[in-house]
């Protein structure tokens, strides 16, 4: 019998549509304009100021009824609500640092623009042991990974538990990568 202590289960799914990914350039092109930047993990870039103000049918498409999907692979049933979003823009060489979100319980993003060579989110394994371990050499099992690195495509919706320590890495590609990052909160 295997037992699986610590787990750490991110959803990734992929939501196309057009209206979605048209509002959101609008509200960053608007929060550009404002020069509403924050600088919470973005190294370069333009990461906005916390944002909670959000068309119903969005916040439900978007970010409630996948998280609703997420949460039900673990038999649980809670209200959702939408805590606070941020967009992010990313040039060459820009970049997000190490961080999690504290705040909250389920966390995730949005990809609006992500061409190739733009950077992958890492995800840490939160058990510092891994770090060293020669394990992930023997095992293709992410129990050994010390980091799993996700690969991001255009319209990837992911989700994953809040304190989960990820990165994203540096943009190589000549364009832009665009993306929004979200928390909600179960109740």
């Not at 906005?48 to 609703?68: G, R, V, Y």
């Amino acid at each position: 019998m295997i037992l699986d202590i610590f787990k750490t289960s991110i959803y990734k799914t992929s939501v196309i549509n057009t209206e979605y990914i048209n509002y959101f350039i609008n509200l960053l092109k608007i929060q550009k304009g404002k020069n509403n930047i924050s600088y919470i993990s973005n190294i370069g870039g333009f990461q906005s100021n916390s944002l909670n103000t959000l068309d119903n049918n969005i916040k439900e498409n978007l970010f409630i009824k996948p998280a609703t999907e997420y949460i039900k692979q673990f038999n649980k049933d809670y209200k959702i609500e939408l805590s606070n979003f941020w967009i992010n823009s990313n040039n060459k060489n820009d970049y997000n640092l190490l961080h999690n979100h504290t705040e909250c319980n389920i966390s995730g993003v949005y990809y609006i623009k992500a061409p190739e060579n733009s950077g992958r989110i890492v995800f840490q394994n939160g058990d510092l042991t891994k770090m060293n371990s020669k394990n992930q050499f023997y095992f293709d099992d992410a129990n050994f990974y010390s980091r799993y690195f996700l690969p991001v495509n255009q319209y990837d919706l992911i989700l994953f538990p809040s304190e989960t320590f990820h990165y994203v890495e540096p943009n190589r590609s000549d364009e832009e990568r665009i993306s929004v990052a979200f928390n909600l909160i179960l109740k």
